[in-house]
């Protein structure tokens, strides 16, 4: 285990060690206008929702280590008091890559990019067309980190003061993150992308777990479950009772053997070839992994209990 002291590196090391961490960071891809109404656009990963009610999102333009000067987004978001921020996808990540090259404040890095405006409702910067969320936000707050010197941070709380949501990635009222296809930043020059695989449901428990230490001694100290299926067993509000239907499994059920029926994921015909005769606690507890896998908790606990006869 590496143990490393901020003050021990080098700026570019700091910052790139910061951001291997603390990631995925999501992308808000910033428009602002001058005061003269020059059009800016540019991606910032320092970027995340602190507040809903009302919503604040914060973003951090930090000085320049290029130039040593604030970034125009800064600078114009401190002139005008007002910005939009577009949600970055999977397909628009070469272009605000392109995006955050640091031109000159009067060029309008939407032409530099071949991203696309969209008027704005209630602020004046427009919105990024290919993003399929965007908010128009006023500034809240302006928080200044230490001195004027290349690489320091700023913070910008903006209240969001209108949503623009695509119905492409709409149903049923609200917004289905599997349509999303978010694109999200790593450490050095590596994004990742919420998409496919990449994307599970938790369900959070609606009570007070029992918690991993309230767990029976047999269970806690298996040597076939993991954190995470101990976890899983452990968001129950008590333990269950044995259920002695469950041992009486129907008849209707049949399989070829354990381990076919559980490499095809069928945990409910694994058990009732295992429950044929006296089950080994390997194989019941294989069993239990499974329902697990599926999220049948209930079922998992049932196989479990009959470890102890
Ligand atoms: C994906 C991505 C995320 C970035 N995040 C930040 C950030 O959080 N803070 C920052 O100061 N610069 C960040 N940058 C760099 C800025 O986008 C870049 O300095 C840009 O030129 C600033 O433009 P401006 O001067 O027009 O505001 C990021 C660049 C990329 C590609």
């Known amino acids: 285990m ?19 961490g603390v ?7 910033v428009t602002t206008q001058d005061k003269h109404g020059n059009v800016n656009v540019s991606p910032f990963s320092f970027f995340n929702a602190y507040s809903s009610r009302p919503p604040i999102v914060a973003i951090g333009p930090a000085i320049s280590s290029i130039s040593g000067k604030a970034k125009d987004t800064l600078t114009n978001i401190l002139e005008t008091g007002e910005c939009t921020i577009s949600v970055v996808t999977y397909s628009m990540v070469e272009q605000i890559s392109l995006a955050s090259c640091e031109y000159d404040a009067e060029i309008n890095e939407f032409e530099k990019s071949g991203l696309t405006q969209r008027a704005s409702s209630i602020v004046k910067p427009p919105c990024v067309a290919e993003s399929p969320y965007s908010m128009e936000c006023t500034l809240h707050q302006f928080i200044p980190l230490f001195e004027n010197k290349g690489g320091n ?8 003061q209108l949503f623009h949501v ?5 149903s049923d009222n609200k917004i289905d993150p599997r349509k999303m296809d978010l694109a999200a930043r790593m450490g050095y020059d590596w994004y990742c992308r919420a998409h496919g695989d990449a994307l599970f ?12 230490d309230a767990l029976p001694e047999y269970i806690r100290t298996s040597e076939f479950l993991t954190g995470a299926e101990l976890a899983k067993l452990a968001s129950v509000k008590e333990i ?3 259920n002695h239907d469950f041992s009486t499994i129907s008849e209707n059920i049949s399989g070829d053997s354990i381990d076919i029926e559980l490499a095809s994921g069928n945990p409910l015909s694994a058990l009732y070839i ?3 005769t006296l089950p080994s606690v390997k194989n019941l507890t294989r069993i239990a992994k499974l329902f697990l896998h599926h999220n049948d908790i209930e079922s998992a606990w049932q196989v479990l209990l009959l470890i102890k006869r």
Request: net charge positive; charged share 25%; no cysteine.
């Open 2 to 20: 590496k143990t490393i002291y901020p003050s021990a590196l080098e700026h570019r090391e700091r910052h790139q060690l910061l951001l291997s």
């Open 23 to 29: 990631a995925p960071r999501p992308i808000a891809l």
């Open 153 to 160: 941070g700023r913070i910008l709380l903006m209240e969001v």
């Open 166 to 170: 695509s119905d492409s990635v709409y």
């Open 201 to 212: 449901e938790v369900k959070k428990p609606r009570w007070n777990g029992i918690g991993v």
């Open 240 to 242: 269950p009772e044995k």
């Open 274 to 276: 295992a429950l044929q």
